[in-house]
């Protein structure tokens, strides 16, 4: 029903900058929220933000201030805009959806990699 695939990972010094895309097909796009998660090396995976289908966003405290998420409905596109990295930013990002109907379902793209070279 939903189709999801990010890009923009690399490799990056500690201090750079990265924005990463989430792609997304198969349904009204405006109509879905979408959130990011990332899964760092040998721990679980973890919430980084979300945006809502009105644009609203909210994110995990200690990402607020470094990480900016934002949507580009006419692109089918959700972007996250990360700064001043950090080696502990490593991690496989993610994008994700629920969708809420008949039945509740998840959907994820298959990740990213970020590298945060010290």
């Known amino acids: 029903q939903v189709q999801l695939v990010e890009s923009g990972g690399g490799l990056v010094q500690a201090g750079g900058s990265l924005r990463l895309s989430c792609a997304a097909s198969?349904?009204?796009?405006?109509?879905?929220?979408i959130g990011w998660y990332r899964q760092l090396p040998g721990k679980e995976r973890e919430f980084v933000a979300r945006?809502?289908?009105?644009?609203?966003?909210n994110y995990d405290d200690s990402l607020k201030d470094r990480f900016t998420i934002s949507r580009d409905n006419a692109k089918k596109l959700v972007y996250l805009q990360m700064n001043s990295l950090k080696p502990e930013d490593t991690a496989v990002y993610y994008c994700?959806?629920?969708?809420?109907?008949?039945?509740?379902?998840?959907?994820w793209g298959q990740g990213t990699q970020v590298t945060v070279s010290s």
């Open positions: 198969g349904r009204d796009f405006s109509t879905i929220p």
């Open positions: 945006i809502s289908t009105g644009g609203y966003t």
């Open positions: 994700m959806t629920i969708t809420t109907g008949w039945r509740t379902h998840e959907y």
